[in-house]
């Protein structure tokens, strides 16, 4: 509930201050050991089985004088080493889909009324032909040829009509033949291991990551006078990360660590702090401070160097490159879909990556002391640089299998649900391709100047009364190209391509500053009575955000840096191409002397303004209101009201989305995406992600707490929130029609309504010089005596979900994500982990050319329930040098903690949880100061 320091900026949520310990005029030290192992672990709750885990953290640090009074010095190191295992239940294919045999996804019979049933209808819907020439009925999930059926009019490409249903052998939804391709790369995956049957949730996967982390401090301190004192700090911090695929090495998928990320990262970061304070006089001191910061990080794909498409028969993926090796990415949707492959939506692995950033920073601060005022005020100038090579699309590609293209539009206007995304992918007809390339000749460099200035008083107006106000100044000039051609964006009036400066195009490619950064701070604290204080305040915040809006990534995103490669389907019936002849080579346009070229219609656009002059900041307006009331001199009691709207908040929608049509049917324009969208005019299909400001959230809560300070042996905290965070959708991320953004209006991801927390630390009344045991030997006070008994008890409501369908072909629109609608009650009468919400409250949008109206994060998730408690002492060896004891328990109570529900309603297994939160983790701990 406090504000920030008007010297604190580019933050729009919590502040994080660390300090460097100095050395002093005695040689101080310490060392420390954790240790975590398997052995004091419970069970994973998914695997059933304690998962092998080795985790040692340990340091220490040095300090003392050089020379006495005048020069001292400070060093620490940590280090990390973690062998942790994890697993996790996703979907592989059988043996008979592996064999082309899909039975299993055949549904319900479709009825002529547009209803379901589970055997034949009475009055059937119209019988579909097969590939053998047979008629059989139609049913949910049969999956078509789709080299059979009618052409659009207007298009030239497959409309789903009047296709026929797979056949072999007389069975419906059986393949003649696997392509050998495709066999090929299956080969790569394992076989279910989960017994069953199941074509969902059938293999479980388990799999050890390893991290490695090296961080270190040194510090000197100077003092030239007892008016001036000099310190530098140097720090590094090396963090090297490996983690599998559920499905091995080569074939990737899912990350097997607890944030998902399968492949191997390199990372450094390192930091310089230069820092000199002269005392003019008792009322008037100035600091000046250097300091300077790279980050530095390197991601590969596990497999790096192998070529597994072109080996399995897949041409124009792996391109004889280390940057186009590996698995290629694999989206399978539907039911029995499954992703494999390496690729940020696979498995979070933004591979291959290479980054280096620096900032640099000078500050200059004063302050002024005369009578009840304090003054400070300052100056803090900031530069940025970045290089920057990412594949946000694997570089060898990456490939979807939707439903449609192997679906009839016969079928699903009967209100049935056709095709399947295994299928398509059985018969190498993708739905959609993207892939990066790195443009030749350009240095992906970016750069920026950041001024900001305050000032401050901190009043003593009364008695009883404090008034803080000061005023924050921030300007981040537009980020501009380090070298021209190191930078691209895009004119939505022309069609056409900026290349950074080239020709009449600036290095900022026209993004204007934006000169109104003022952010105001006020806070006040009143005494109303002796033990009752009233707090109240306000500050606003820019925040440089991230996605490279502000600062980095987004422009060395774009041509002619980066070649962002993107095919889509111009409906959902129609393949891009035959995975088996290989996908379109990308263009590398050669540039004009006037820095334009026409954007080709296959490369991606991810960072423009529109109009230039519309580039804001980012900024949050915080308030609060407090009472504090004080019943003894440890016991305290507060509540508050917090709010904060957060406005201008920068996202990047895809201007250039297919629009909605409910009337397309009665021009015969559904199957046409490309006629609605936006960019269509210069032969635009594929995704243009314009930069806006467009983002908002908002927070309003009820914030309590008790606290005991250390009394009597006991010190606790006893906080409750109670709140709402809603948003747009997440920040940096997509609305799902980006054409509509109202519609994800909703509950923020993280959002918890209800909180509480309750932290205790008590000094057991036993031993020297406690209530029971003061009169102990040595022995009994050593075993018994002097031990600490802490403990954290967390208690939080449920996260929301947003509930998705995956077949939807009556929308025809390429959305992000598609809405259901909502027919019956979601609830069930005991949620768990196999049935948390009734999937058959939602079905498909109804109607043509229209999303459902099922709204963001409209339902909760599994609450969260956890106590941590300790044991801990002190024992003195010597004087001065102490050795301190610690046995941690987390999730002490091994509390199953589930994690949100597939919320996806149309696949097998759509309300199935898979994943828990960790299980009761013990931790060890000896840490010797001397």
Same mark, same amino acid.
């Given at each position: 509930?406090?504000?920030?320091?008007?010297?604190?900026?580019?933050?729009?949520?919590?502040?994080?201050?660390?300090?460097?310990?100095?050395?002093?005029?005695?040689?101080?030290?310490?060392?420390?050991?954790?240790?975590?192992?398997?052995?004091?672990?419970?069970?994973?709750?998914?695997?059933?089985?304690?998962?092998?885990?080795?985790?040692?953290?340990?340091?220490?640090?040095?300090?003392?004088?050089?020379?006495?009074?005048?020069?001292?010095?400070?060093?620490?190191?940590?280090?990390?080493?973690?062998?942790?295992?994890?697993?996790?239940?996703?979907?592989?294919?059988?043996?008979?889909?592996?064999?082309?045999?899909?039975?299993?996804?055949?549904?319900?019979?479709?009825?002529?009324?547009?209803?379901?049933? =589970?055997? =034949?209808?009475?009055?059937?819907?119209?019988?579909?032909?097969?590939?053998?020439?047979?008629?059989?009925?139609?049913?949910?999930?049969?999956?078509?040829?789709?080299?059979?059926?009618?052409?659009?009019?207007?298009?030239?490409?497959?409309?789903?009509?009047?296709?026929?249903?797979?056949?072999?052998?007389?069975?419906?939804?059986?393949?003649?033949?696997?392509?050998?391709?495709?066999?090929?790369?299956?080969?790569?995956?394992?076989?279910?291991?989960?017994?069953?049957?199941?074509?969902?949730?059938?293999?479980?996967?388990?799999?050890?990551?390893?991290?490695?982390?090296?961080?270190?401090?040194?510090?000197?301190?100077?003092?030239?006078?007892?008016?001036?004192?000099?310190?530098?700090?140097?720090?590094?911090?090396?963090?090297?990360?490996?983690?599998?695929?559920?499905?091995?090495?080569?074939?990737?998928?899912?990350?097997?660590?607890?944030?998902?990320?399968?492949?191997?990262?390199?990372?450094?970061?390192?930091?310089?702090?230069?820092?000199?304070?002269?005392?003019?006089?008792?009322?008037?001191?100035?600091?000046?401070?250097?300091?300077?910061?790279?980050?530095?990080?390197?991601?590969?794909?596990?497999?790096?160097?192998?070529?597994?498409?072109?080996?399995?028969?897949?041409?124009?993926?792996?391109?004889?490159?280390?940057?186009?090796?590996?698995?290629?990415?694999?989206?399978?949707?539907?039911?029995?879909?499954?992703?494999?492959?390496?690729?940020?939506?696979?498995?979070?692995?933004?591979?291959?990556?290479?980054?280096?950033?620096?900032?640099?920073?000078?500050?200059?601060?004063?302050?002024?002391?005369?009578?009840?005022?304090?003054?400070?005020?300052?100056?803090?100038?900031?530069?940025?640089?970045?290089?920057?090579?990412?594949?946000?699309?694997?570089?060898?590609?990456?490939?979807?299998?939707?439903?449609?293209?192997?679906?009839?539009?016969?079928?699903?206007?009967?209100?049935?649900?056709?095709?399947?995304?295994?299928?398509?992918?059985?018969?190498?007809?993708?739905?959609?391709?993207?892939?990066?390339?790195?443009?030749?000749?350009?240095?992906?460099?970016?750069?920026?100047?950041?001024?900001?200035?305050?000032?401050?008083?901190?009043?003593?107006?009364?008695?009883?009364?404090?008034?803080?106000?000061?005023?924050?100044?921030?300007?981040?000039?537009?980020?501009?190209?380090?070298?021209?051609?190191?930078?691209?964006?895009?004119?939505?009036?022309?069609?056409?391509?900026?290349?950074?400066?080239?020709?009449?195009?600036?290095?900022?490619?026209?993004?204007?500053?934006?000169?109104?950064?003022?952010?105001?701070?006020?806070?006040?604290?009143?005494?109303?009575?002796?033990?009752?204080?009233?707090?109240?305040?306000?500050?606003?915040?820019?925040?440089?955000?991230?996605?490279?809006?502000?600062?980095?990534?987004?422009?060395?995103?774009?041509?002619?840096?980066?070649?962002?490669?993107?095919?889509?389907?111009?409906?959902?019936?129609?393949?891009?191409?035959?995975?088996?002849?290989?996908?379109?080579?990308?263009?590398?346009?050669?540039?004009?002397?006037?820095?334009?070229?026409?954007?080709?219609?296959?490369?991606?656009?991810?960072?423009?303004?529109?109009?230039?002059?519309?580039?804001?900041?980012?900024?949050?307006?915080?308030?609060?209101?407090?009472?504090?009331?004080?019943?003894?001199?440890?016991?305290?009691?507060?509540?508050?009201?917090?709010?904060?709207?957060?406005?201008?908040?920068?996202?990047?929608?895809?201007?250039?989305?297919?629009?909605?049509?409910?009337?397309?049917?009665?021009?015969?324009?559904?199957?046409?995406?490309?006629?609605?969208?936006?960019?269509?005019?210069?032969?635009?299909?594929?995704?243009?992600?314009?930069?806006?400001?467009?983002?908002?959230?908002?927070?309003?809560?009820?914030?309590?707490?008790?606290?005991?300070?250390?009394?009597?042996?006991?010190?606790?905290?006893?906080?409750?929130?109670?709140?709402?965070?809603?948003?747009?959708?997440?920040?940096?991320?997509?609305?799902?029609?980006?054409?509509?953004?109202?519609?994800?209006?909703?509950?923020?991801?993280?959002?918890?309504?209800?909180?509480?927390?309750?932290?205790?630390?008590?000094?057991?009344?036993?031993?020297?010089?406690?209530?029971?045991?003061?009169?102990?030997?040595?022995?009994?006070?050593?075993?018994?005596?002097?031990?600490?008994?802490?403990?954290?008890?967390?208690?939080?409501?449920?996260?929301?979900?947003?509930?998705?369908?995956?077949?939807?072909?009556?929308?025809?629109?390429?959305?992000?994500?598609?809405?259901?609608?909502?027919?019956?009650?979601?609830?069930?009468?005991?949620?768990?982990?196999?049935?948390?919400?009734?999937?058959?409250?939602?079905?498909?949008?109804?109607?043509?050319?229209?999303?459902?109206?099922?709204?963001?994060?409209?339902?909760?998730?599994?609450?969260?329930?956890?106590?941590?408690?300790?044991?801990?002492?002190?024992?003195?060896?010597?004087?001065?040098?102490?050795?301190?004891?610690?046995?941690?328990?987390?999730?002490?109570?091994?509390?199953?903690?589930?994690?949100? =529900?597939?919320?996806?309603?149309?696949?097998?297994?759509?309300?199935?949880?898979?994943?828990?939160?960790?299980?009761?983790?013990?931790?060890?701990?000896?840490?010797?100061?001397?």
């Amino acid at each position: 509930t406090s504000n920030y320091d008007a010297s604190f900026g580019s933050v729009a949520g919590a502040l994080l201050q660390a300090t460097t310990k100095s050395g002093t005029n005695s040689f101080r030290g310490s060392l420390f050991e954790y240790l975590r192992n398997d052995a004091f672990n419970a069970a994973n709750w998914a695997a059933q089985q304690d998962l092998p885990l080795r985790w040692n953290q340990f340091g220490g640090s040095f300090g003392g004088p050089i020379l006495k009074n005048k020069l001292f010095f400070f060093a620490d190191y940590q280090g990390l080493r973690r062998r942790r295992s994890e697993s996790t239940i996703t979907t592989v294919p059988t043996q008979a889909e592996r064999n082309g045999d899909l039975r299993a996804l055949l549904g319900d019979y479709i009825c002529a009324d547009g209803t379901t049933s =589970p055997t =034949p209808c009475a009055n059937p819907a119209p019988a579909v032909t097969t590939t053998e020439g047979t008629s059989v009925p139609a049913r949910n999930g049969m999956v078509f040829d789709p080299t059979t059926g009618n052409q659009d009019p207007v298009t030239g490409q497959p409309n789903g009509i009047g296709r026929e249903a797979i056949s072999s052998g007389g069975q419906v939804n059986v393949l003649p033949t696997v392509p050998a391709a495709v066999t090929n790369i299956l080969k790569f995956l394992p076989m279910p291991n989960i017994a069953g049957g199941a074509i969902a949730g059938n293999y479980l996967a388990t799999g050890g990551e390893r991290f490695d982390s090296d961080q270190g401090d040194g510090r000197v301190d100077y003092n030239f006078s007892d008016a001036l004192h000099f310190f530098g700090r140097y720090t590094i911090a090396d963090f090297n990360k490996f983690a599998p695929g559920a499905y091995g090495t080569i074939a990737g998928g899912p990350g097997l660590d607890q944030i998902f990320f399968a492949g191997t990262s390199l990372a450094r970061n390192q930091s310089l702090a230069l820092g000199a304070t002269y005392t003019f006089s008792p009322t008037l001191i100035t600091d000046f401070r250097f300091g300077f910061y790279r980050y530095r990080v390197r991601v590969q794909p596990n497999g790096v160097g192998t070529t597994p498409a072109s080996d399995a028969g897949f041409p124009g993926l792996n391109l004889g490159t280390v940057e186009t090796s590996g698995m290629p990415a694999f989206y399978i949707s539907g039911s029995g879909g499954f992703n494999f492959g390496y690729a940020l939506g696979v498995n979070q692995c933004n591979c291959p990556l290479k980054e280096t950033e620096n900032h640099l920073q000078w500050v200059n601060n004063w302050t002024k002391t005369r009578a009840d005022h304090t003054f400070s005020w300052g100056v803090d100038i900031r530069r940025a640089q970045q290089q920057r090579v990412p594949s946000d699309s694997h570089r060898s590609g990456e490939i979807s299998f939707n439903n449609g293209v192997t679906g009839s539009a016969d079928i699903d206007g009967e209100g049935g649900s056709s095709g399947a995304g295994l299928a398509s992918f059985l018969l190498a007809q993708p739905s959609g391709f993207a892939r990066y390339f790195t443009g030749l000749g350009f240095y992906p460099g970016l750069r920026q100047t950041r001024l900001f200035l305050y000032g401050q008083d901190s009043w003593r107006a009364t008695r009883k009364l404090t008034v803080n106000l000061g005023l924050r100044y921030e300007n981040y000039l537009p980020q501009t190209a380090a070298k021209p051609g190191g930078a691209g964006s895009f004119d939505p009036n022309t069609g056409e391509v900026l290349v950074a400066g080239v020709g009449s195009v600036p290095l900022s490619m026209g993004v204007k500053a934006y000169n109104l950064g003022f952010a105001p701070r006020l806070g006040v604290a009143y005494q109303l009575q002796e033990h009752t204080v009233v707090r109240a305040g306000y500050g606003r915040s820019f925040s440089p955000a991230g996605l490279g809006a502000v600062f980095g990534q987004a422009p060395d995103y774009d041509p002619p840096v980066t070649i962002p490669q993107q095919v889509n389907q111009n409906n959902n019936y129609a393949a891009v191409f035959s995975l088996l002849s290989g996908p379109p080579s990308p263009p590398n346009p050669t540039i004009g002397s006037n820095g334009r070229y026409p954007l080709p219609p296959t490369l991606n656009v991810f960072y423009f303004f529109d109009p230039p002059s519309s580039y804001r900041i980012p900024l949050a307006d915080s308030w609060n209101l407090a009472v504090q009331h004080g019943f003894t001199s440890s016991l305290t009691a507060e509540i508050a009201y917090v709010g904060n709207v957060g406005r201008h908040l920068f996202m990047n929608p895809n201007v250039n989305q297919a629009a909605l049509d409910p009337n397309c049917v009665t021009d015969g324009t559904c199957n046409d995406f490309n006629a609605r969208r936006r960019f269509n005019g210069f032969g635009l299909d594929q995704a243009i992600y314009q930069t806006c400001n467009c983002d908002n959230s908002d927070y309003h809560g009820l914030q309590a707490k008790v606290q005991q300070r250390l009394a009597h042996g006991l010190d606790f905290l006893v906080s409750y929130t109670w709140g709402k965070a809603m948003a747009d959708t997440e920040t940096g991320g997509a609305f799902s029609n980006n054409l509509n953004w109202k519609q994800d209006r909703g509950p923020a991801n993280f959002d918890r309504a209800q909180a509480l927390t309750i932290s205790h630390v008590w000094e057991l009344p036993y031993g020297r010089g406690r209530h029971w045991g003061s009169g102990s030997g040595k022995v009994m006070d050593l075993v018994l005596g002097g031990w600490n008994f802490t403990g954290i008890t967390t208690v939080e409501s449920g996260l929301p979900f947003t509930v998705t369908v995956s077949n939807a072909p009556n929308v025809f629109a390429d959305l992000n994500s598609v809405r259901p609608d909502r027919i019956g009650n979601p609830s069930v009468a005991n949620p768990n982990a196999t049935l948390w919400f009734n999937p058959a409250a939602f079905v498909a949008p109804q109607g043509i050319g229209r999303n459902g109206l099922e709204s963001h994060n409209s339902l909760r998730g599994p609450g969260f329930y956890e106590f941590d408690l300790g044991l801990g002492k002190t024992f003195t060896i010597t004087e001065g040098k102490t050795l301190e004891f610690k046995w941690e328990n987390f999730n002490a109570t091994n509390h199953v903690n589930l994690a949100n =529900p597939n919320g996806t309603v149309d696949v097998v297994v759509p309300r199935q949880i898979t994943s828990a939160a960790d299980m009761r983790q013990m931790r060890f701990g000896l840490h010797l100061r001397f």
